[in-house]
């Protein structure tokens, strides 16, 4: 009996000190535009944002690193405040409304349907942020696609600095969108 | 002492002076008597028919209202078949008394197209005279029996026109170029050589310079309503015209004008436009067209057309030949003569275009040029004849029926649409209408009954309420639809769980994965290794 005792008093020290251990950082980042729109009515434009679809290993909470080729790792302290999709419609939608200075619509049949699909959207190992998409312009018309490929050197150094980067880079797709949408 | 001398005695009887009165006398009698017979004008005799208001002593002779005679005597001719009036003209008028110088009772008349002489009824009958152009005297005439239409000697031209009927066209009527009055009918007859009705015309200067060999005259009297392959199409003259009668001339359309012509020429007096514009040309060539159709609707002066441009018409269907051929084919087509012109498409109206043409069609058969029968008008169901080309026809070459040259014929327009037509019937009539009829009688009886029962269903009040029950399920269904909709509030908790059951998966997955590293996770601390920096050399 008094074994016991010991062994549930040895049981309890342990799982005490066990809660006491600090517990490892996590960083969450959202991904917004940072875009600056003045307060009042904006025109609804003829075109409307249709799919974004992202690559399945960015299709997750943490951010992304590509260590080599082919080799990636995926943050474990460092995640997306919100679903990627989710995240990327949004700055797309707002980055886009404020290149054409219209507002995109809601789906019509005549109108022009934008599609974006996002391949890679990661940190390199020289220190660069990735991003390759392929995005669409459909009407009854006609269907024209694109492709966006682009790097850009973080300005310094950690997750920030990379959440920063893919967010520059994720405007100036906006920006090539926008510019065809004209 | 004186001697007296004897006395000579003159024993001579002398004329006393007083016997030159009644010789004086005598000289001034003869004298009167020469005189009188020398001015004493010329007695003339003039034929009439009857005697009607002329009477001896008392009828005057006038020219231009002038008196220049009288009638002396009037007595029956030697045939007894009508009367001779002697006149009496004046000397100072015999002058008159010339070849074509004309003579004719001046009485009242009523007539269709005038009233005359309505002075004479107080005044009295007369004779006028009309001096003739000519230069030897006469003095036997053939009084007319009513007033020249024109002078004699008038300028202009004197034209013969001959028809087959006489018409509407009467003494008297006008004659007409363009709507204008150019002359008139001064006379109709029957010739009974020609076996026609000859027409006097006669055409004032200057417009007597109009007429030439060219010309064609057509009767405008009344109103002339034809029904062609072209439509039904209406001919007016003039209201006078149209009352009462009337002639036109004109140059066919496309025909040259012709050489002069001589005071007394013959015309041709065609029935109307139509006919008058028929052949203005010289030269054509005839073919013969074989249809195994029926021809009813086609008539002799129907068009021949290439493409809708024409190019002669149809001068007759030839059935006495195939009423002498029929014993020898049974059911052969009936060939029809055309009359193709070179002058209707432009071309020159000479031979050297006939054969031009002639030479056209025997190359073109060969490429399927073919004659068809067309419809020309719906309304009357005039037939006209086409002539194209046709490549899917079968091959032919050109033929000959009774020494002419004839063109293949093909069955479009009417004849394939009446065979289809006939194809259609006969289908139809292989149909089991009967049997269908049946079923459908049978079906009409079946959807009757059922519709009594609808009306019963629905009559019935139960059903009246379970319907409005059925209306307040809709409403009530459409309320839950609206609240299930993108807009509602449903859907937008339905979309918030759905990305928080998202987020609980993802955490799950990433507790997966964990547990996968490290499966005591969930009770030992779990210390993973830092994540390499972006930027930072790993």
Redesign the interface.
Same mark, same amino acid.
């Given at each position: 009996m008094r074994t016991l005792l010991l062994f549930l008093i040895a049981l309890a020290s342990w799982l005490v000190s066990a809660c006491s251990t600090t517990p490892q950082t996590r960083s969450t980042y959202l991904l917004r535009s940072e875009s600056q729109h003045e307060s009042g009515p904006l025109q609804v434009g003829n075109e409307y944002l249709g799919d974004v679809k992202v690559a399945s290993y960015i299709d997750q909470s943490g951010l992304v690193l590509e260590l080599a080729d082919g080799v990636v790792h995926v943050a474990k302290q460092h995640h997306w405040a919100e679903p990627l999709r989710t995240s990327l419609r949004e700055l797309l939608s707002v980055e886009i409304a404020a290149a054409t200075g219209r507002s995109l619509g809601v789906p019509a049949k005549d109108g022009t349907r934008v599609e974006v699909k996002v391949s890679q959207l990661h940190g390199d190992a020289d220190g660069n942020a990735v991003l390759i998409a392929q995005w669409s312009l459909s009407s009854t018309e006609m269907t024209q696609a694109y492709q966006f490929n682009q790097n850009l050197a973080l300005e310094g150094t950690g997750y920030a600095a990379l959440v920063a980067a893919e967010r520059a880079l994720l405007v100036q797709l906006a920006r090539s969108i926008a510019a065809e949408l004209k | 002492m004186t001697d007296i001398a004897a006395p000579t005695i003159d024993t001579r009887k002398r004329l006393s002076v007083i016997w030159m009165i009644p010789l004086v006398a005598l000289a001034l009698g003869v004298w009167m008597v020469v005189h009188a017979k020398l001015s004493e004008g010329p007695v003339v005799e003039i034929h009439f028919a009857t005697a009607e208001s002329i009477e001896a002593g008392k009828t005057k002779v006038r020219y231009l209202n002038v008196e220049v005679g009288q009638v002396e005597e009037v007595r029956l001719s030697d045939d007894m078949k009508g009367v001779v009036a002697m006149v009496r003209v004046d000397q100072d008028a015999r002058h008159l008394l010339r070849e074509e110088t004309q003579f004719w009772v001046v009485r009242a008349r009523v007539g269709a197209g005038n009233i005359s002489g309505l002075g004479t009824l107080l005044g009295g009958a007369y004779i006028e005279l009309s001096p003739g152009g000519g230069t030897v005297e006469q003095r036997n005439y053939v009084g007319l029996e009513t007033p020249p239409l024109t002078p004699a000697g008038a300028p202009g031209i004197k034209l013969n026109l001959l028809s087959e009927h006489a018409g509407s066209v009467n003494t008297g009527d006008s004659v007409l170029y363009n709507g204008y009055k150019v002359g008139r009918i001064e006379g109709m007859g029957f010739d009974d050589v020609l076996n026609l009705v000859r027409y006097d015309v006669f055409i004032d200067a200057p417009f007597d310079t109009l007429i030439n060999s060219s010309v064609r005259f057509w009767n405008i009297s009344g109103i002339s309503v034809s029904a062609s392959a072209s439509g039904v199409e209406v001919q007016t003259g003039s209201l006078d015209t149209i009352l009462l009668g009337g002639v036109a001339f004109h140059l066919p359309d496309g025909a040259d004008i012709g050489s002069p012509v001589e005071s007394g020429a013959d015309f041709k007096l065609y029935d109307n436009f139509a006919s008058m514009q028929e052949k203005p040309y010289q030269h054509s060539i005839d073919y013969v067209v074989e249809f195994s159709q029926s021809l009813r609707g086609l008539l002799p002066g129907a068009p021949v057309e290439y493409r809708g441009i024409p190019i002669g018409t149809v001068t007759r269907i030839m059935a006495a030949e195939v009423i002498a051929d029929m014993h020898q084919k049974n059911g052969a087509p009936i060939p029809v003569l055309i009359t193709i012109e070179p002058g209707r498409v432009g071309l020159p109206d000479t031979a050297e275009s006939v054969e031009l043409i002639q030479q056209d069609v025997a190359d073109s058969v060969s490429q399927g040029f073919r004659a068809s029968l067309e419809i020309g008008s719906l309304l009357t169901g005039s037939l006209y004849i086409n002539v194209d080309y046709h490549p899917d026809a079968e091959s032919e070459v050109m033929g000959e029926y009774a020494g002419r040259a004839s063109i293949p014929s093909i069955q479009t327009g009417l004849g394939r649409i009446e065979e289809q037509v006939i194809e259609f019937l006969s289908k139809a009539n292989e149909l089991p209408v009967a049997e269908t009829l049946k079923s459908v009688d049978t079906m009409v009886n079946s959807l009757t009954e059922t519709l009594r029962s609808m009306d019963e269903l629905l009559s019935d009040r139960e059903m009246q309420q379970l319907s409005a029950e059925m209306m307040a399920a809709i409403k009530e269904l459409r309320s839950v639809l609206t609240g299930l909709s993108p807009e509602g509030p449903a859907f937008q908790s339905f979309e918030s769980s759905v990305g928080k059951l998202? %987020?609980t998966l993802?955490n799950l @997955? %990433?507790l997966t994965r964990t547990l996968k590293d490290q499966p005591n996770a969930l009770?030992? *601390?779990?210390?993973?290794p830092? @994540? *390499?920096? *972006?930027?930072?050399t790993?």
């Open positions: - | 998202n %987020e993802a @997955d %990433e009770i030992l *601390p779990t210390k993973f830092a @994540d *390499p920096i *972006p930027g930072a790993y």
